[in-house]
């Protein structure tokens, strides 16, 4: 099979736009969340991106090797590569549940990466120890399980988000969403056999500066009519970055870390699911090459994977790789195994001589939106396509406590921005509000001496309130708040349990439900402490509470969830002589 194909130009542009996506997704999102800004930028543009650079090129040249292999093996010159890349779901994941909140705690943008390392280090190693196991755990955790954690994550992490960047900015981004779902919905193929994600970058790059042009040429343009403009000054700050910028070993700032246990716990409840998801996803995308035709081996392949993630912690990355889904897809567009090749030298050249931040500035990250938006929802269907039937109701259940994590990062965000201010002005910070008028205000004398006494009460030691009512458009705020913390494990467990009864595994269910008693016990599930105001912290069993804060044992739900499983349990022998009725 030879090195490059003409074909192999289609396949490049498709997954180098995705990777360009995710490098523009990553750039956009530790600068908003992670501090990532003016001196604290080298850690995005010196530390990070190279570090995914390099990992994103040692698994390219592997699955172009592996595909030249496989083709001497058997006699073909039609073999494809596996698609490789960073893992989307764990871009935002690990910036909005590792990173984020880290910079949030300390202020830190060097924390923030330092977690950020521990965290990929970790999906890395689960990914390498999954491939020997990988089989095995696919026989033993229903794929409801896993796909409804990861299809929650997609509707409220991925795709939503992505949404409302694109109707915020409509008239950059909506006609590049449409591009991308003609190509990718309907798959025709498009004038000059141009990749759908190509034009729409294109398509989109061009509308933002054609506004920022009618901006300078009409003055008097109305504001509505080019926001979303592209900045001049943006590419001019870009090219600040751009130069020679080396992989970095940042293996000391990992073992740094590292060796601090109490703050690397509260990890463990993302490090791990989205280990085993990146696992999982791994398997069910080789068995998708393997149905398209070109079989390869299981363990080689995740452990590349793997090693990859591993590299890009090693050398200062926070973002896991993954093998991607669409092997079918790349096979059907002509492309064999230089477009991975391609994909790898071509990210890396970018990165490394800081190019990836001019074309960060030149390329609003609107107009990829779609991108990143189609795969949220290719995540979320194949969630119910992928399982037995009757399973669907299954992922279903796992949806809730990662829509409910959605619902509660929006209302901690919106408070943490608002820092009292109106919803009005957080709108639009320029508009002045209406203060009450002096005489609005209740007399001295009127006012409550309850009130008065719960001022001079400032409590100091942390207090316990298991059951707060306050609702928020008839949500309870708790609810929420109780669902968030750990929600991933939650989405697993709830959906386990519901494919484990649909199956009549009565106790396989018991002991779903038992874990979910031990992990709540533990605080690995919902409890939590609220602590200065507006911080949001996991509270583990044996961990004291902030003083003057207010916490969540969970202790209510541990039980809960323990006369679930042996109730479960309990039922197994009765259930097992019950005739099975159809479902309606």
Known sequence: MKLFVKRDLDGFFGLFIDNLVQFLVIISFCELF???????????????????????????LFYAWQAHRLARKTGRDDVTALPYGINTPSIIVYIFFVMGPEFQKTGSAEAAWKMGLV????SGVIELVGSFVAEKLRRNTPRAALLSTLAGIAIGFIAMTFTLQIFQKPLIAMLP?????????????????LPSGLLAVTLGTALAWGLMLLQRAVPSAPE??????????????????????????????????AQNVQEILPLLSVIIPMGLFNVVGSLQNIESAEAAGDSYPTAPSMAANG?????????????????YIGHPGWKSLGARAGYSTLNGVVIVALTLTGLISLVAGIVPIEVGAGIVLWIGVIITAQAFRAVPEN????????LFPAIAAWGAVVMMGTLMMAQGRSLQQVISPTVEVTEAKADDAPSEGASSKGGQKEDLKKVVAAVENPHPTAEVNGFLVHGLLLMERGYIFTCMILAAVSACLVDRKFIAAGVWMLCASLLTFLGAMHAY??????????????????????YYRAN???????????????????ASSQPVQPHA
Not at 34 to 50: A, D, Q, V, W
Not at 307 to 318: E, K, N, P
Not at 536 to 541: A, I, V
Not at 557 to 572: E, H, K, N, P, T
């Open 177 to 193: 969403l449409a591009l991308v779902l003609i190509g990718l919905f309907s798959q025709i193929r498009l004038p000059l056999g």
């Open 34 to 60: 992670c501090g990532m800004t003016g001196e604290n930028s080298r850690f995005l543009y010196k530390m990070i991106l190279p570090g995914a650079a390099i990992s994103i090129l040692v698994g390219n």
């Open 307 to 323: 090693i990859g993630t591993i590299v890009a912690a090693l050398f200062g990355s926070c973002f896991p790789t993954t093998i």
């Open 119 to 122: 965290a990929c280090l970790g």
């Open 391 to 398: 399973h669907a109701p299954a992922v279903a259940v796992g």
């Open 224 to 257: 509505w009519l080019t926001f979303g403009a592209a900045s001049i000054d943006a590419v001019k700050a870009a090219t600040e970055n751009v130069g020679l910028s080396l992989p970095v070993w940042s293996g000391e700032a990992l073992w740094s870390v």
């Open 556 to 574: 209510d739900l541990a039980i809960s969830y323990l006369l679930c499983g042996l109730l479960f349990i309990g039922l197994a022998r009765w």
């Open 529 to 550: 402490q609220v602590y200065n105001g507006i911080t949001f912290d996991f509270l583990f069993r044996f961990v004291e509470p902030v003083a003057g804060g207010v």
